[in-house]
């Protein structure tokens, strides 16, 4: 969809079809790919970039994630020669975005989260005795919808605090990845 030409630090933005038999509930979906070098002015805007986006495609929710960190979030759902999937560094297994149940229900979480009202109603977010720290970094957009950070800096799953910041999420939020009981 667009592309900067410049290759000491390339933007892209990429939209691709996800088609209804691989998507939750049967319903076909659109998903928005943007790729950005992680340097400080990037870092300063990606929240929002990330809103911008999410605001303006009508989206349920979205992620922003360095890459390093989005591979092994990645590998949460990705089944392996062996059967299920093993998820890196304790994270929990996720179900194949087929078997989620509903569109508004994230696939997986990332360092900035954007949640519709739709789909913050449908995590139970916020919960003001709960996600304290999480307000905390978080922001509330023009449409009741939310970008939360998980972490300040850049996700870094070789950071201890920033691993244990990301297993609190998914504990608090279990119906991402379609890991509640129905």
Request: aromatic residues 8%; negative net charge.
């Amino acid at each position: 969809m667009l592309c900067n030409g410049d290759e000491r630090a390339p933007v892209t933005i990429a939209g691709l079809p996800r088609p209804a038999r691989l998507s939750p509930n049967g319903e076909s979906q659109f998903e928005i790919h943007a790729e950005l070098p992680l340097d400080a002015t990037v870092i300063a805007a990606a929240a929002d970039v990330l809103e911008v986006l999410g605001e303006g495609a009508h989206a349920f929710w979205g992620r922003a994630t360095p890459g390093g960190a989005a591979l092994e979030i990645a590998e949460q759902t990705s089944p392996t020669l062996g059967g299920p999937p093993r998820p890196p560094r304790g994270l929990p297994a996720l179900k194949l975005f087929k078997d989620i149940r509903a569109p508004e229900t994230p696939y997986y979480l990332g360092w900035l989260n954007y949640w519709s009202a739709t789909t913050a109603r449908a995590i139970g977010f916020p919960d003001p005795t709960r996600d304290a720290e999480l307000l905390s970094r978080a922001r509330r957009t023009a449409t009741g919808g939310w970008i939360v950070r998980l972490t300040e800096a850049p996700l870094d799953l070789d950071n201890p605090a920033h691993l244990d910041a990301l297993l609190r999420a998914y504990e608090r939020f279990p119906e991402i990845g379609g890991r509640a009981a129905p």
